[in-house]
């Protein structure tokens, strides 16, 4: 492997965002939603192995205290090999001093938790599509 990280939008194939993202399970919107939300957070991450790119993930914060990791994603070929770590390593160290929140895919808990992050006991969500969120783990 030949990984390179990058920690900008620029020259980003949106549609393969998507692609890796309905690989791995994850929800997913058209590739310009996914431009949008990526230029507006405070820390970006993408993996490249040569012009391959492996993997990302992004963070919005505010700057402070708090932030919150979204998207981390792998292709499945490359799952394992300690890009995922990777992400998370890159992403909390673009936001100094912040505590961050995520959401995991059902059946990745054990990864973040090898990360250090815990459980929460309480966890509340407002979703504009419930019915679509139902398969990810969260219930009424």
């Known amino acids: ?36 939300a990526f230029s507006n957070s405070q820390a970006v991450v993408f993996v490249f192995d040569g012009s391959l790119m492996v993997g990302f993930g992004r963070a919005i914060s505010d700057g402070a ?3 919150a990791i979204y998207d981390v994603a792998v292709l499945p070929s490359y799952q394992g090999k300690g890009i995922g770590k990777l992400i998370l390593e890159s992403i909390v160290q673009q936001c100094p001093g912040c505590s961050f929140i995520l959401y995991a895919s059902p059946g990745k808990e054990r990864f973040y938790e090898k990360a250090q992050f815990r459980k929460m006991k309480t ?7 419930i019915e679509g969120m139902k398969d990810k783990g969260f219930t009424e």
């Open 1 to 36: 492997m030949n990984l390179h990280l990058q920690h900008s939008i620029q020259n980003i194939d949106w549609n393969q965002v998507v692609e890796t993202l309905k690989l791995v399970g994850m929800g997913y919107h058209q590739s310009h939603i996914h431009e949008k």
């Open 65 to 67: 205290y708090q932030a």
């Open 123 to 129: 966890g509340m969500a407002l979703f504009t599509n």
